[in-house]
């Protein structure tokens, strides 16, 4: 895994954050998607991807990308 921008400060990590949300990828629709492809979720603070499971998941899947979930458990997502 690659290092969080929150580990080069708070500065950085919400400049970061801004530039994630200013340029979304293009998000993929599951339900275009053939049968038995992979599920997409995206983060919803920034639009990213934050998981991708199986069309068979039974867990939960992440609600935020791991970059903003560092944010957050930082308390410096608002």
Do not use: V
């Amino acid at each position: 895994m690659s290092e969080l921008a929150t580990q080069k400060g708070k500065k950085f990590a919400l400049e970061q954050l801004e530039k994630r949300r200013k340029n979304k990828p293009e998000q993929i629709d599951n339900t275009s998607l053939y049968a038995g492809s992979p599920m997409y979720f995206y983060c919803k603070s920034c639009g990213h991807l934050a998981d991708t499971l199986p069309e068979s998941y039974i867990s939960k899947p992440k609600d935020l990308c791991d970059e903003c979930q560092a944010l957050k458990d930082l308390g410096w997502l608002e």
